[in-house]
């Protein structure tokens, strides 16, 4: 093995106190970066949930519909229209929007409203832990998440409540169904939901559209955007990418997101210059030496990035361990950091590139060099 | 058949620029042959380093030629000068300059590992170089811990391991007592004598003058003598050199 290596580690470690101020601005901004980007997944996570969890092949929605909390509405004669195109199996009709909830202390709470045809099980909700989906059909009742007990006033299923007036009773209890607005999410069956959100009867948020197994799906596509072209006919993904881009960069969050990222990398990268340098410049005798014996540049370059690389690994294992403990304790927060195998592979790589790219002024220091130094004296 | 391994002709340098302007070197003409350990004295600021830095090639000649084993310096690059340094000279400090975190063995391996020479048989040379030192106990101890005359003989073993052809000594018993000086001079003598490197020694110290098979004296960077060393050392005792 290459004494390079050897030579990196010394350096590195011979000064424990610079290697330490090292590692912390590493961490600190690889572990920054981390949650940034953690955060963002999370976030681009949340906002498509409900669409994640809808069994659609299309969605159809009023023209212009940012995302699935949008409060435009279309108007419903269009779903024959839909569903008379060959190889569409059913197109149910989804109501979603904003409306209030009362508890009995009179108090009153902003609530998201999802209401579907639950005969159609387009959009049902799911991590049901307590009680019964089927029960929505009666009128005056709702799922509500557990996590939201709390805001919601209540503490168990049986509990009752009035929204817009009208009073309902929680038939059944999901776990995890969060909402990126913290407005809690309550499922109901499509008649209430109009009723509870004020939708007029021949209007809806949005068309679920499900094809036959045997559709040829690009051409039922193009087929139902004939239909109705005036409205918007998107795929999952289509919709999703949509919501994302809306919620992360129409709003600003995304942005945010990354320059707290962009400043993480800027501050680890300065960091961690700074100190290679002044490495460098103590050790510059050695190099030197080195270079008085007829190292060639490449070799005494070699023991800089070495020297980068060692920090960047060491940094990225600690930085790591902090990231995924953070997952942990956000697992079940309102907008819990994701951390995925491609994001830790891209933060492994942007800590080495950024570990390296802070060698640079070292090199361009060694570079400097006069080997006739080592006769100096 | 002509033997000499380093040949400088009409060597001039000038150092600074302005009325700071110094004439280092003022022609001249130089060679170092195999087997031969030669002394090149003079006073503070007589042009010995100077001329030591350009046979070295670390430093460029304004007028005349240098040719080391063969290749001259004239046309080489900076990397092309440190390739001469890696394949042809080793080089003994007034300071050792040894590396502080790395053992004597490691610090021995290093002339080597530059050289594109690793492995067992890299570490294997490493010990050897320092049993011909005398240091083979103290392989596996960092520079700190030994004497100014063991650090410069893991110096010395680091100048010789990779087998260059010419040793360049700047002041190696300077900061070392008369007894090191002995050790050292002897070691440097007989890598000139029994190992046939060609061996040039910068010096003030008149000590080591019974070391030498030549000495040349240098003034105002002119080459202002020549002569055959006091004693040859096979045939004088070593401890009779130093007081």
């Known amino acids: 093995m290459s004494l390079v290596l050897t030579l990196a580690s010394r350096n590195l470690f011979h000064d424990r106190l610079r290697f330490v101020a090292t590692l912390v601005g590493i961490v600190f901004s690889v572990v920054l970066v981390m949650i940034q980007m953690g955060l963002f997944l999370g976030f681009g996570r949340m906002v498509t949930t409900m669409i994640d969890h809808a069994s659609a092949d299309l969605w159809v929605l009023p023209k212009g519909a940012k995302c699935f909390e949008d409060p435009s509405l279309l108007d419903t004669k269009l779903r024959d229209?839909?569903?008379?195109?060959?190889?569409?199996?059913?197109?149910?009709?989804?109501?979603?929007?904003?409306?209030?909830?009362?508890?009995e202390s009179g108090e009153v709470t902003p609530v998201f409203i999802v209401g579907a045809d639950l005969r159609d099980r387009t959009l049902q909700p799911w991590n049901v832990v307590e009680g019964d989906v089927r029960a929505l059909s009666q009128t005056g009742t709702v799922i509500v998440e557990r996590s939201y007990f709390d805001r919601l006033g209540i503490s168990s299923i049986g509990a009752t409540a009035e929204i817009r007036g009208r009073r309902v009773k929680v038939v059944a209890l999901t776990d995890g169904i969060r909402s990126f607005t913290t407005t809690p999410y309550i499922f109901v069956d499509l008649k209430n939901a109009r009723n509870y959100t004020g939708t007029f009867p021949e209007r809806a948020s949005s068309l679920i559209v499900r094809f036959k197994p045997d559709a040829d799906r690009a051409s039922v596509l193009q087929a139902v955007k004939a239909k109705v072209d005036d409205l918007e006919v998107l795929t999952p993904a289509e919709f999703r990418s949509r919501s994302r881009s809306f919620w992360l960069f129409g709003t600003g969050a995304g942005a945010a997101l990354f320059a707290g990222a962009i400043l993480g990398i800027i501050v680890g990268t300065v960091i961690v210059a700074q100190t290679l340098y002044s490495?460098?410049?103590?050790?510059?005798?050695?190099?030197?030496?080195?270079?008085?014996?007829?190292?060639?540049?490449?070799y005494i370059y070699s023991v800089i990035i070495y020297q980068a690389l060692l920090n960047a690994v060491i940094g990225f294992i600690i930085a790591a361990a902090i990231g995924f403990g953070v997952v942990e304790i956000t697992a079940k927060s309102a907008l819990p950091i994701v951390i995925t195998p491609w994001l830790v592979a891209g933060l492994f790589a942007l800590t080495v590139i950024m570990c390296v790219a802070s060698a640079v002024g070292a090199i361009v220091r060694v570079v400097r060099i006069d080997p006739a130094t080592v006769f100096m004296r | 058949m002509n033997d000499s391994i380093v040949e400088a002709k009409g060597?001039?340098?000038?150092?600074?620029?302005?009325?700071?302007?110094?004439?280092?070197?003022?022609?001249?003409?130089?060679?170092?042959?195999?087997?031969?350990?030669?002394?090149?004295?003079?006073?503070?600021?007589?042009?010995?380093?100077?001329?030591?830095?350009?046979?070295?090639?670390?430093?460029?000649?304004?007028?005349?030629t240098a040719t080391i084993a063969g290749t001259s310096t004239s046309a080489a690059d900076k990397e092309g000068l440190a390739k001469i340094r890696r394949d042809h000279i080793g080089f003994v400090f007034q300071t050792y300059h040894l590396f502080p975190t790395l053992t004597a063995a490691q610090n021995v391996q290093l002339a080597l590992d530059i050289r594109g020479e690793r492995g067992r048989r890299a570490a294997k040379k490493a010990r050897e170089a320092l049993t011909m030192v005398g240091l083979e106990q103290k392989a596996n101890t960092l520079p700190g811990e030994l004497s100014g005359g063991e650090q410069q003989r893991v110096?010395?073993?680091?100048?010789?391991?990779?087998n260059p052809s010419v040793i360049l000594a700047d002041e190696p018993t300077a900061a070392l007592d008369s007894d090191n000086g002995r050790t050292i001079m002897g070691i440097l003598a007989d890598a000139a004598h029994e190992r046939d490197r060609a061996v040039l020694v910068v010096t003030h110290d008149p000590r080591i003058l019974p070391f030498a098979d030549r000495i040349i004296e240098i003034e105002d960077g002119r080459l202002?003598?020549?002569?055959?060393?006091?004693?040859?050392?096979?045939?004088?005792p070593k401890a009779a050199a130093f007081p």
């Open chain 1, 81 to 103: 229209k839909v569903a008379s195109v060959d190889g569409v199996a059913s197109v149910v009709p989804l109501v979603i929007g904003f409306s209030d909830w009362r508890l």
């Open chain 1, 279 to 298: 490495s460098t410049k103590d050790h510059l005798s050695e190099f030197a030496t080195l270079r008085a014996m007829g190292s060639s540049n490449a």
């Open chain 2, 11 to 64: 060597i001039k340098k000038t150092l600074g620029r302005g009325a700071g302007q110094v004439q280092a070197l003022r022609g001249v003409d130089l060679s170092l042959k195999r087997g031969e350990l030669t002394l090149l004295m003079g006073p503070s600021g007589s042009g010995k380093t100077t001329l030591l830095l350009i046979l070295g090639c670390m430093l460029a000649p304004s007028a005349g």
């Open chain 2, 155 to 162: 110096a010395i073993a680091r100048a010789f391991v990779a």
């Open chain 2, 224 to 236: 202002v003598g020549e002569r055959r060393g006091g004693a040859e050392h096979a045939r004088m």
